[in-house]
């Protein structure tokens, strides 16, 4: 048997990033998986039981490279359907910072990151985007202010 | 019903509306209109020849329009009187020469189409406010389809389709195709239970759990092959041989499944529908394939709740339903005196509740009527006649309408004590001080708040918090041990509504450094909504402190409920810290524009010539 406690330290920390304070009113009916169009297909993500690992402060399953949170689609049903406003997509951004802020990134988000860092934007600029563009009839996509972004991101 | 309606000594009266009430307990006067029924009630024998041959055709109320009525009919079958009635809305025996078809038939002639409104005066002694409660509408709930599927419907609709004299004579089929559903689910808490305001209300509607148990036994009796199944995150089984039925309803076979389903799609071909749901209790999430979904709707307030609340000057709590005078220890009567509930009006209960409530409004009014007299608190307001200069802000102010004054006549008010509760707020709203409060008079206020700052004023708190609330809180705050400042210095006032604007202004001017209204939190109050002055009174009193030069945080406002012993301690330690920024000269400042502020008043009083 392990031992039953509640990781309140956790869960105050959880607390104090936007939208992650909401995960104490969840009463755990279920209404978000049924709605989840990634529960669907996949067998072990399950936004009840992510609610349920953070009520009860366990952040050893959740606050990893490989844990189940980076499976959510972000398509925000669950925030739709929830009917405690507990906005499960919003905690499961809030643990995903908190990876963030503990260095336990997927290398696929890192990279991500990267990208924008180094230059402004979240698809990568080909000289083939500017062509069909000129097709389309629209104007050329000028390069981000990278100055800026730069203090932005610190 | 029936017996209320023979019994010789309740007089029923149906159809009817309350369109105003005066006057106070043990001398209520009410205006009721009696709508004209166009059917004589007193002769009609409710043969049904006339609906018989009524040619209109309308949908029936009462069956959730899943059957049709005529123009003239008897609402429900246990209806009383047993007398029919006339929708004139739908009628077209305005015209005798279009219809006139039911009048040609009744034997006893006991329909008349020119019939007329009746108005009722009534003199009452007690009131018994049992006006119930509407059902939730799912409509608005897109997920659940209802109104998009047909075969979606709600638990009123169910109770309808299952019962004998229900449209389908208590054969249980389903709209689409009229064949008895093999597979039923219910989806318990629907409009119940959230914390959106778009799904619903975030109070436990406290009786669909049972009623679904109730529900899913009389299907498995009818139908013991149906397969039922109910969709649940708690099922609240509480009162006496409730747990048995739904230990009944197990063993029945009924399929409890926890989880509330997502999503509701119907197979346009067989207008079968499908559901995902979670089963949290094996973490698998599972498709249902139904044939029917009967969505457990919550209870609501009667939409037109706020015209009963207008009459008798009633309130309610956040969550819709009516106020009792005291949430424990007098939940059936209301604030304003000899007014009771009974039933859904204060709170969603089932049957057995609301018989308690009712028979507990019934011996409450007749302890009321038979004594005749009522002993009433010490702690009421008179008015001055030779200071009251005819404003009527008294009367406004006055939660209960306890004060009565006509301009037309010139009487200055006059407090009705029967009604009075004592609050305070009109002596506190009264320009002219004509109003005395008994046992929290301006006199006794003052030489209080002078007692306080004889001695050492810089380091006092001065507090004023009401009896029920924020001076019950600060209790509470001594007997937890919870620590505080000790410089406060409470003054007691049976409401917040009491704290005279001239109370706070003569605390500054004796040096006060800090004041401290405080009271309940709203829909709290226990007179209604004095608590409301209390703010607007402070508001303006900020006003005029800004206007004046002082730092209008050196009046506080706070709303402490009994049970906050926790937020006492805090709303102390806050003060207590706004006392230490305050500095001698402030306070000397403070007291010298006050004086002055006074010495103009004064003169200005003086200049003015004496009125005739």
Known sequence: MTEKKVGFEFRERLNKIVGGNHHNYCYQCGSCVAICPAARFSDDFNPRDILLKTLLGKPEELISADSIIWKCTNCYSCYERCPQDVRPVEVIIALKNICAEDGVLPPNVDKFSDTIAKSGRSVVMTSTVNRRRAELGLPELKDPPLNELEILLE | ?612
Not at chain 2, 149 to 175: A, D, K, W, Y
Not at chain 2, 441 to 448: E, G, I, L, S, V
């Open chain 2, 1 to 612: 019903m029936m017996d209320a309606g023979r019994h010789p000594r309740i007089k029923m009266l149906t159809y009817s509306e309350i369109e105003e009430v005066t006057g106070y307990v043990g001398n209520f006067k009410a205006r009721i209109r009696k709508k004209a029924k166009y059917v004589n009630e007193n002769e009609c024998t409710a043969c049904g020849e006339c609906a018989k041959i009524c040619p209109v055709v309308v949908p029936n109320e009462f069956q959730m329009g899943l059957s049709t009525r005529k123009a003239i009919h008897i609402p429900f079958p246990q209806a009383v009187p047993s007398a029919y009635i006339l929708d004139m809305d739908n009628c077209l025996g305005n015209n005798p020469i279009a219809c006139g078809k039911c009048d040609d038939v009744c034997d006893k002639k006991c329909i008349d189409y020119d019939m007329q409104d009746e108005i009722i005066n009534i003199n009452v002694g007690a009131v018994v406010v049992a006006t119930g409660m509407d059902v939730y509408d799912p409509t608005a709930l897109d997920d659940y389809g209802y109104t998009r599927f047909e075969n979606v419907i709600t638990s009123m609709e169910f109770e309808r389709l299952i019962c004998s004299e229900g449209p389908t004579q208590g054969h249980f089929i389903r709209p689409t195709d009229h064949k008895t559903p093999k597979t039923i689910g219910f989806i318990q808490c629907v409009g119940s239970r959230t914390q959106d305001p778009e799904r619903g209300n975030p109070y436990c509607s406290n009786i669909c759990c049972m009623n679904t148990v109730k529900d899913s036994l009389l299907l498995k009796d009818h139908y013991p092959d149906i397969e039922v199944k109910v969709f649940y995150m708690d099922i609240r089984a509480f009162g006496k041989g409730f747990e048995d039925l739904f230990m009944r309803s197990k063993e029945a076979g009924v399929m409890y499944i926890r989880g509330i389903p997502g999503e509701i799609e119907q197979d346009p071909k067989s207008n079968n529908l499908k559901l995902m749901v979670e089963n949290t209790t094996t973490r698998q999430l599972e498709e249902h394939d139904l044939d029917m979904v009967v969505l457990s709707v919550g209870v609501i307030p009667r939409k037109d709740q706020e015209v009963v609340k207008k009459l008798f000057s009633l309130s309610s709590t956040s969550d819709g339903f009516l106020m009792e005078s005291h949430p424990k220890l007098k939940p059936v009567d209301a604030p304003t005196g000899g007014v009771f509930f009974a039933g859904c009006a204060e709170f969603p209960k089932d049957v057995k509740d609301s018989v308690t409530q009712a028979s507990a409004a019934a011996a409450r009014a007749g302890t009321l009527l038979s004594a005749g007299k009522i002993k009433i608190e010490a702690i009421t307001a008179v008015v001055d006649e030779e200071k009251c200069k005819l404003c009527g802000i008294c009367v406004r102010v006055c939660p209960f309408n306890a004060i009565i004054f006509d301009k037309a006549t010139k009487q200055p008010a006059h407090v009705i004590e029967a009604s009075c509760k004592g609050c305070g707020t009109c002596s506190a709203e009264c320009t002219f001080d004509a109003i005395t409060m008994q046992h929290f008079t301006d006199r006794q206020m003052y030489a209080q708040i002078e007692a306080i700052l004889s001695d050492k004023p810089m380091e006092k708190i001065v507090t004023f918090a009401c009896n029920w609330c924020s001076y019950a809180g600060a209790d509470l705050a001594g007997l937890s041990r919870l620590q505080f400042p000790a410089n406060a210095r409470i003054i007691r006032t049976m409401c917040s509504g009491r704290v005279k604007d001239k109370f706070v202004l003569h605390a500054f001017k004796l040096g006060a450094p800090i004041v401290l209204v405080s009271g309940c939190h709203f829909a709290d109050c226990h007179y209604i909504d004095a608590n409301r002055w209390t703010q607007k009174r402070v508001w303006k009193l900020w006003d005029k402190l800004e206007k004046m030069g002082v730092r209008p945080e050196r009046l506080q406002l706070e709303w402490v409920s009994a049970a906050e012993g926790q937020k006492w301690s805090k709303v102390m330690k806050a003060c207590e810290e706004l006392r230490q920024q305050v500095t001698e000269e402030e306070v000397q400042q403070t007291i010298k524009t006050l004086k002055q502020e006074e010495e103009k008043k004064s003169s200005r009083a003086k200049k003015q010539p004496a009125p005739a």
